[in-house]
């Protein structure tokens, strides 16, 4: 912290914030698999539509409020194989969903779809594949933290493969009716609904946990490094700062209650940093201060190709930051003056 450059500080401050609104965004997830989770319990109270937004967001941090004491990721290896799991289990419980003619459709999708749309759902994409955020913290707590490079081809290739299946059975069973989330394709109120809930609410909890003890961490080491110590003290400032974290991303997920919105805003502003910007000026810094750095197995034609890809990686960073986010942002404002997400509102 206290030897960072000007440049380094706005490159962490980059990734803490984009982590912070990653964490709004899963909060709307987890207020999504809570109204699906309690959706047959209102039918059986006679209570009329589905919960809140607001309120199964609430319930989604009050399920969270415990995770907020833990300090480590170490602490997390087992809860991360069983969030594995869940979300392994629930795409294929969508997926099964709509290949059996049983998926939920949106029947009113947008009448039409311009520059400003494509742009905003491209945002969406880098989202999605944008989760080297906290790459340093996983690696820094491996037991073999030279196997990361490993782990990273695993889960990007993984996550290809699902994002794939997921993009062209959805397309090819809703078309432009395809509903903006993957647990929407699943009817309501039935027993499929309830078990998919509860599988997200477990996958989230343990996501967003991750996220928030990241962030917690970092805001601990720059403003409150007493909570980083050991104790009661020590463990009770981390608590209050985690959970004034957690209320604040309450805060934002229920100003931009509508998914896309904040996902694809997120992703035009924040994402294109962490995946486009800063590694390519990273590779280029230390590629120019040490041209002959020493046991680089590249040969002169591949460190070119990589330089090159390196400039239009900024290229790319440039345009979406400046042409994506504008372009998310303007789309949220067109779903807000038509109502579609009202802030606060019960959506």
Known sequence: ??????????????????????????????????????????????????????????????????????????????????????????????????????????????????????????????????????????????RQPRDFPKAVQLSFSTLFTVYTLVVVISYHTCGRGTPGELLQVVPPGGGWSVAVGVLMIIHMTVTCTILQQVLTRACCLFLVPGALGQGPSARAKWFVVSTLLMDLAYVVANSVPLFTDIVNLTGGLLSTQCAFTLPALLYLSLRFRLPNLAGNPMGPRAQRACVAGAYVSLFLGAYFTVFGAGSSLLVLIKHAQEGLNPPFGCN
Do not use: K
Request: proline share 4%; charged share 5%; net charge negative.
């Open 1 to 142: 912290g206290q030897g960072c450059s000007p440049m380094g500080l706005s490159e962490y401050a980059i990734v803490y914030v984009y982590i912070f609104f990653t964490m709004a965004n899963y909060l709307i997830v987890l207020a999504t698999a809570v109204r699906s989770a309690a959706q047959p319990v209102r039918s059986a109270l006679h209570a009329s539509g589905p919960l809140c937004q607001p309120v199964a967001t609430l319930i989604g941090t009050l399920v969270l409020l415990p995770g907020n004491q833990l300090r480590t990721l170490s602490g997390l290896v087992g809860l991360s194989a069983v969030s594995f799991a869940t979300i392994c289990a629930t795409v294929v419980i969508c997926l099964w969903t709509l290949v059996s003619g049983m998926g939920a459709c949106d029947d009113e999708p947008s009448a039409s779809i311009g520059f400003l749309d494509y742009n905003a759902s491209m945002c969406g994409f880098i989202f999605a594949f944008s989760g080297q955020s906290i790459m340093l913290e996983m690696q820094a707590e491996m």
